[in-house]
């Protein structure tokens, strides 16, 4: 095993050949321009990351599609969005196949910003994206009060299709592509970025 530069890579031997495997996975940091990403939205419709050029952009990388704290969020930036301004954008990603994707982002009508699904976990692992147990289980502790008003919303996970103890992550990407901020969650599963942080990125 050898690391080289900020890439991890494995030497493995093959027919006699020692063959050199680079594995692109890495913690997304200030300063970083993404790769491109590419995925289908809850239609199926193909996205690309580099649509979003010239705008301001809020990444988040979500959890499951029902997961009851995610569409919490996206229920408040979906309520909020109008104060984010005209060069904002959202672009949020599920451990999701499409089918379940649409199932839950449906509930929410006519989101005004792009909702993503990874199925096969390809960028939460590419960006290091964290699963943790503890973490799920601080959500459950301390954010338990949020169940109710979810649940209320419909915002239940009947239909289960990816890891449950993904740690979300959040970045804010400038105008150029260029990441500005990144906050993988600390405290919880459920950690993001405060809105008004958010607003004040959108609008400054």
Same mark, same amino acid.
Do not use: W
């Given at each position: 095993?050898?690391?080289?530069?900020?890439?991890?890579?494995?030497?493995?031997?093959?027919?006699?050949? @020692? *063959?050199? +495997? /680079?594995?692109?996975?890495? !913690?997304?940091?200030?300063?970083?321009? =993404?790769?491109?990403?590419?995925?289908?939205?809850?239609?199926?419709?193909?996205?690309?990351?580099?649509?979003?050029?010239?705008?301001?952009?809020?990444?988040?990388?979500?959890?499951?599609?029902?997961?009851?704290?995610?569409?919490?969020?996206?229920?408040?930036?979906?309520?909020?969005?109008?104060?984010?301004?005209?060069?904002?954008?959202?672009?949020?990603?599920?451990?999701?196949?499409?089918? @379940? *994707?649409? +199932? /839950?982002?449906?509930?929410? !009508?006519?989101?005004?910003?792009?909702? =993503?699904?990874?199925?096969?976990?390809?960028?939460?692992?590419?960006?290091?994206?964290?699963?943790?147990?503890?973490?799920?289980?601080?959500?459950?502790?301390?954010?338990?009060?949020?169940?109710?008003?979810?649940?209320?919303?419909?915002?239940?996970?009947?239909?289960?299709?990816?890891?449950?103890?993904?740690?979300?992550?959040?970045?804010?990407?400038?105008?150029?592509?260029?990441?500005?901020?990144?906050?993988?969650?600390?405290?919880?599963?459920?950690?993001?970025?405060?809105?008004?942080?958010?607003?004040?990125?959108?609008?400054?």
């Amino acid at each position: 095993m050898c690391i080289r530069d900020s890439y991890k890579c494995a030497k493995i031997k093959l027919n006699n050949l @020692n *063959l050199i +495997l /680079y594995l692109t996975i890495m !913690k997304i940091s200030i300063g970083d321009k =993404l790769e491109e990403i590419t995925l289908p939205d809850q239609n199926g419709n193909s996205f690309n990351l580099s649509q979003t050029l010239g705008k301001k952009v809020l990444l988040t990388f979500y959890r499951i599609a029902g997961c009851s704290f995610c569409n919490l969020r996206l229920n408040e930036i979906n309520k909020r969005f109008g104060e984010l301004g005209n060069n904002f954008t959202h672009v949020g990603i599920f451990h999701s196949p499409v089918d @379940n *994707l649409k +199932l /839950y982002m449906d509930k929410h !009508k006519n989101l005004p910003f792009t909702v =993503l699904a990874d199925e096969n976990f390809e960028y939460f692992q590419k960006y290091e994206i964290e699963r943790s147990v503890s973490k799920t289980l601080n959500a459950m502790l301390f954010k338990a009060h949020k169940i109710i008003p979810a649940m209320i919303k419909g915002y239940i996970p009947t239909r289960i299709k990816g890891h449950l103890d993904i740690a979300v992550t959040d970045v804010l990407i400038n105008e150029d592509g260029v990441v500005q901020d990144v906050y993988y969650a600390k405290k919880d599963i459920a950690d993001h970025f405060e809105f008004e942080k958010i607003k004040q990125f959108a609008l400054n």
